[in-house]
């Protein structure tokens, strides 16, 4: 009972974690340990970070105008507060928008999802904007880098992992494509199948959740077009993905119906300028207009 008791207080599904005592018995330290996984899988607070709590006035007594009920915030969703704390405290957030005519890009989607499927995966648009934005790291080596404060430097990575925000029933997961730039799209659609079933069956690793350079999320299946990212620190970038839409465009001087796909970056303006964030954009968007340009010119 003590423990079902702390892992109430912790806001942890006791049975989530591993049995480590005698005969597999879940013990308390078990359940912090399971805890201190979680948090630091969303991200750990350096010392002098911003923690939720920590800035701004004490709340009112909302029971003094009506019934209310408080609830105690899991593990997860208590470290997903504070990296979004720190995260738009520590970084001047702008966030700009364009869209990509993705007919022909589609239609190919359409016809080689088949081999994707085969091979146990799903050709699916995160997957392809996974691959595009990569392309876009090499040749924006910026938006892959990290600001050190501290020592007044730029760090810029020479490798590319991709974050990839998965919405599971416990909250937001980030897990990571490791050399997303070596992987072709076959390969990344397999990769992200699995590790987004094992983020919802709670079966994904917390260092299978570190490492990331970049992150991409894709709200399109929820139906949102343009939306404004938060940059997941130490990361500069993030690529927001949303729902395409059938619309009427002058194509050749007739109208014709086109796929249109809504895409936003949000960046860290202390190295990305606005010039920068346009061009990245709309590098990203040409490549998924034009799917054999990436084959051709990298």
């Known amino acids: 009972p003590s ?11 006791v049975d989530a974690v591993s049995g480590s005592g005698v005969g597999g018995r879940i013990t308390a330290e078990g359940v912090k340990r399971h805890a201190r996984e979680l ?3 969303a991200g ?67 016809r080689l999802a088949g081999r994707v499927e085969a091979a146990g995966g799903k050709l699916t648009v995160t997957a392809i904007a996974i691959k595009v934005a990569t392309a876009a790291l090499r040749a924006f080596p910026t938006f892959n880098a990290s600001v050190d404060a501290e020592r007044r430097e730029i760090v810029f990575k020479r490798y590319i992992h991709v974050g990839v925000a998965v919405d599971t029933e416990r909250g937001l997961l980030v897990p990571v494509i490791r050399d997303a730039d070596r992987k072709n799209v076959r390969e990344i659609a397999v ?14 690793t917390p260092d299978e959740m570190r490492g990331a350079t970049f992150t991409v999320s894709n709200l399109g299946g929820l139906g949102t077009t343009y939306f404004s990212p938060i940059v997941n620190w130490p990361e500069v970038a993030i690529l927001g ?42 590098w990203i968007a040409e490549a998924m207009e034009q799917p054999l340009l990436l084959a051709l010119e990298g």
């Open 3 to 13: 423990v079902r008791r702390l892992a109430r207080e912790l806001g942890i599904e």
């Open 39 to 41: 948090i630091s899988g």
């Open 44 to 110: 750990s607070v350096p010392s002098g970070g911003a923690r939720f709590g920590a800035t701004g006035p004490a709340l009112p007594d909302f029971s003094g105008w009506g019934e209310v009920e408080r609830r105690p915030m899991s593990a997860l969703r208590r470290a997903t507060t504070e990296a979004m704390s720190r995260a738009w405290s520590t970084i001047p957030h702008v966030t700009q928008h364009d869209s990509a005519d993705v007919t022909e890009l589609e239609a190919q989607r359409r």
């Open 191 to 204: 990769e992200l199948a699995d590790l987004a079933d094992r983020a919802r069956s709670k079966k994904i």
């Open 241 to 282: 993905v949303g729902r395409a839409e059938t619309q009427a465009r002058i194509v050749d001087d007739g109208i014709e119906a086109r796929r249109i796909l809504p895409l936003s970056v949000s960046y860290d303006h202390r190295i990305i300028d606005g010039a920068d964030a346009a061009r990245f954009l709309r």
